[in-house]
């Protein structure tokens, strides 16, 4: 048996872009990535938390150090810059994967910088 259980999450980020035009996914800047253990075609649920709106989509990488958070395609639809978002990833994990993981939780302020990581939720 296999378990859906969270894999990393980045709460409260802002989106600071939009691009409609853009082929689709979340941009997410490189260090926010790697605190979070998101990788790059990662399925992701997006929540925006000014508009309830909930979404998936997934991650392309975004320049390390920018601080960006931006929403492509139809998902730049979905909410609005200045908004906040919970970027939540999850994972399949057996019983014995399950008991040892532990996820990262990036906890940043209002211009994406990290406040925080948790190894729990």
Do not use: W
């Not at 996914?25 to 926010?32: A, E, G, P, Q």
């Amino acid at each position: 048996m296999t378990f859906e259980m969270l894999y990393g999450k980045i709460h409260r980020a802002t989106v600071t872009d939009a691009n409609l035009n853009y082929v689709g996914s979340i941009t997410v800047d490189k260090d926010l990535m790697d605190a979070s253990k998101l990788v790059v075609g990662q399925k992701v649920e997006i929540v925006n938390i000014n508009n309830g709106e909930r979404f998936s989509t997934y991650v392309i990488e975004g320049e390390r150090g920018k601080k960006d958070i931006c929403l492509n395609g139809a998902a730049a639809r979905k909410a609005e810059v200045g908004d906040r978002i919970i970027i939540i990833a999850y994972a399949s994990m057996d019983e014995t994967e399950r008991e040892k993981f532990k996820p990262n939780v990036v906890l940043v302020d209002e211009n994406n910088n990290i406040e925080e990581i948790r190894d729990f939720i």
